[in-house]
């Protein structure tokens, strides 16, 4: 990356990952019928493949301003050398119950578009500003018409409601990928690197099967292309920081 001297000792190399849930590693057991944490998420496989140490900041619930104000002391903390950012999901959502309560009413998402674009320009450039390589990611593409079911919650009158004000489901694949977009832009604006998550998904046919019951969080499967991205990405962009040089990736997605 231009204008950034990776001098760094290769094993003593500090990664953070700041994020939201996937991040975390939350999927939703279908047995259990809760929210658990994948014991081999995304960033505990990439642990193993990296030289150095991955710190997992990420929670469940993140927005990008939630999760920023952390990182910040996080940084001060760790002193990192690579942060991977990882927010969108939350910030792109909205409270379902009260749009179901109330569909005539005006609602927001939890982060205005035009903040999250402000605020991830921001955080990029004072990651860089303290020569910290920020690295972004595109999200995840969700499966609409399961997570229209998940938010209404199968009652009859919410999903009504919910579709007076939404148009149609389809709107909900459109809304959260107009944020991904804004990733994107921001990467170029910005001149950083950003990891094409979103892209590893959909090469598969039916990326829907990568994804829990809630159409929105990856499952175990969904996590492995996770990592096979992010591993192909430092592979071509930093072969010196995986363990083996990269010369084999563990999972195929």
Not at 73 to 88: A, C, F, H, M, S
Request: a neutral charge.
């Amino acid at each position: 990356m231009g204008g950034f001297n990776l001098d760094f000792e290769e094993d003593g190399a500090k990664y953070i990952v700041s994020g939201d849930s996937i991040s975390k590693g939350v999927i939703y057991d279908e047995v259990r019928k809760k929210y658990v944490i994948l014991e081999d998420n995304y960033v505990s496989l990439l642990q193993n493949k990296l030289k150095g140490a991955v710190r997992n900041t990420a929670r469940f619930g993140n927005t990008l301003l939630k999760g920023i104000s952390n990182l910040k002391k996080d940084v001060l903390k760790e002193k990192p050398n690579i942060v991977l950012i990882e927010y969108g999901g939350n910030d792109c959502d909205f409270n379902w119950n009260e749009i179901a309560t109330d569909p005539d009413a005006e609602h927001h998402p939890k982060t205005d578009f035009n903040t999250f674009e402000t605020m991830l320009i921001r955080t990029v450039n004072e990651l860089k500003s303290q020569q910290i390589i920020p690295i972004l990611m595109s999200l995840p593409p969700l499966n609409a018409d399961k997570y229209f079911k998940w938010v209404s919650q199968n009652n009859p009158e919410a999903e009504r409601n919910i579709l007076k004000w939404l148009g149609s489901v389809t709107k909900i694949y459109w809304w959260q990928e107009r944020y991904n977009s804004t990733i994107l832009k921001v990467s170029e604006l910005t001149k950083t690197k950003y990891i094409d998550v979103r892209g590893a998904f959909l090469e598969h046919p039916d990326f829907t099967k990568f994804l829990c019951s809630d159409g929105i969080h990856p499952n175990q499967e969904g996590h492995r292309i996770i990592c096979d991205k992010v591993v192909e990405f430092v592979k071509l962009n930093y072969r010196h920081l995986l363990r083996d040089g990269g010369s084999n990736i563990a999972y195929e997605s």
